[in-house]
């Protein structure tokens, strides 16, 4: 093993599709049906279009960020940096826990996806195979991955542009058996503001958790070959694109299906509102090439959360934070060890549900569920800090490699509606006559976690806030 040393092996290209395959998955092929049969076509282009705008600002805070110093640790080290210590733990820790389960997750989901071909085979047999392809994939090298991750992303994202020009031929009229159906979906009824401020509210939870995953380019720059360029390049050209993807499929679903059809509440393959708008063309095959591009999707998540786990595992162990094994890389590059954990724990979350009536799992999966909306509270005021302390210092802001837009503004929004969603989580809970203490207890359980770390390593440490004028800004990285 040689010493603690990542090598900078992303390209541009590969970077680009990691920040667009990072938000491109099940919230979009499956979720966005259920958003818009809840707060209509309008109701649930608002929301995408509100979180699409926070999401901006949380993407240039972060490439603000990470052009100038880039780190694998991403927020871990910004959060420490700027705020205080024991914020970047808990965060490093949140992030690390978050995508190991998340990985767990898209193992068991890729193996309920294989059913639909294989209806009478063992979930064991996929489960392992899966997992066993996360691991030979990150274990290469970060080109592996990169590869990978690149391939994965343009298969969904010529899906999604097939399907736009698709779905356009029908909208106007130019598929023979299609005449233009106008908007009459969407005056229907209620529409198009279906159900009042509570369902757009609910939209918006969807709507977030269907652009998570963006902030893995905040990880990756450690890893890119020169980030100074290709991480102004990634935030400039992917946001607008990943946007577009999304308002646009959401534009063709509601004009094809009417808000109000029960399909659309249904999250399975054969009434995904991809599916249900590919068989209006005339697909007899839709369901099957549905399925497979949702395991693709699925694949490129799990390939993802193994990456960024195994890398915030491998910085935490570099800070001190776990045993010194755990930061030893491989010739390629490659944090072994800090893969292999990952992995077991992946596996264990996995198993836990097979072999138990899958309460441990469930609990697991919520507490991790906020974690990406933690992270994107530390992203928001880590670079409302950065900036402070870089004017505070008297440094020229035009030295910057790339200057996010709207500060202090734009931070500041990003970190409101973070707290709002997680805040709303689970509305419906209050809405019944009696509050439902265990949905609470379950959908919130991530919130205590992050906050037991957080104010744990405070007391345990004495950690204090960051004075600013003692950052030290006179580097360009951190580590690689």
């Known amino acids: 093993m040689s010493s603690p040393q990542l090598k900078r092996q992303l390209s541009s290209r590969m970077l680009n599709m990691i920040a667009i395959g990072g938000s491109i998955g099940t919230g979009i092929f499956l979720a966005s049906g259920n958003a818009i049969h809840m707060a209509g076509p309008g109701g649930t282009m608002l929301a995408y279009l509100v979180i699409g705008v926070m999401v901006y600002f949380l993407m240039t805070s972060l490439g ?46 890729a193996s309920l996806v294989m059913q639909f071909w294989f209806p009478e085979s063992s979930p064991l047999i996929w489960s392992s195979l899966f997992l066993s392809v996360f691991i030979g994939i990150n274990v290469l090298s970060a080109r592996g991955f990169g590869e990978a991750e690149y391939w994965f992303s343009i298969i969904k994202v010529t899906a999604i542009i097939v399907f736009i020009f698709a779905g356009a031929c029908m909208i106007f009229g130019l598929v023979t058996h299609h005449t233009p159906v106008g908007f009459k979906y969407w005056t229907m009824n209620d529409g198009p503001f279906h159900g009042g401020l509570l369902t757009i509210f609910g939209a918006f939870i969807i709507a977030g958790f269907s652009f998570q995953g963006t902030e893995l380019i905040g990880i990756a720059a450690g890893e890119s070959k020169n980030p100074r360029e290709n991480i102004p390049k990634a935030i400039k050209q992917v946001f607008w694109r990943i946007l577009l993807f999304f308002i646009l499929s959401i534009l063709v679903i509601s004009l094809l299906i009417p808000y109000t059809s029960s399909q659309l509440v249904n999250t399975n393959v054969q009434m ?59 010739k390629r590059g490659v944090p072994v060890y800090a893969l292999l954990l990952t992995a077991a724990v992946a596996s264990l979350a996995f198993l836990s549900s097979l072999f138990g009536n ?35 210092q008297g440094k020229d802001l035009s030295e910057l490699p790339y200057l996010a ?46 906050l037991a770390l957080w104010l744990g390593y405070k007391w345990i440490k004495k950690t204090k806030v960051v004075n600013l004028n003692d950052c030290n800004l006179d580097y360009e990285a951190v580590n690689a």
């Open 358 to 392: 899958g309460k441990v799992y469930f609990w697991l999966i919520n507490a991790s569920s906020l974690s990406g909306f933690i992270a994107w509270l530390g992203i928001a005021i880590s670079h409302y800090r950065f900036r402070k302390a870089y004017i505070k």
């Open 405 to 450: 837009k709207g500060y202090p503004y734009a931070p500041l929004i990003a970190f409101a509606l973070c707290l709002i969603i997680i805040a709303g989580q689970n509305y419906q809970a209050f809405l019944s006559d009696h509050i439902d203490w265990y949905g609470l207890i379950v959908s919130y359980i991530g919130v205590p976690l992050f």
């Open 272 to 330: 995904s509102p991809f599916t249900l708008v590919f068989k209006q063309i005339g697909i007899t095959f839709a369901a099957s090439l549905m399925n497979a591009i949702i395991l693709t999707a699925i694949l490129s998540a799990g390939n993802s959360g193994m990456y960024a786990s195994t890398r915030m595992l491998w910085y935490l162990a570099k800070r001190g934070h776990v045993p010194s094994a755990f930061a030893k890389v491989n």
């Open 64 to 109: 603000e960020m990470a052009a100038y110093m880039p780190s694998t640790g991403s927020f871990y080290i910004y959060a420490a940096k700027f705020v205080d210590p024991a914020l970047g733990y808990a965060l490093g820790w949140n992030y690390w826990y978050n995508w190991a389960i998340t990985v767990a997750s898209e193992i068991a989901a």
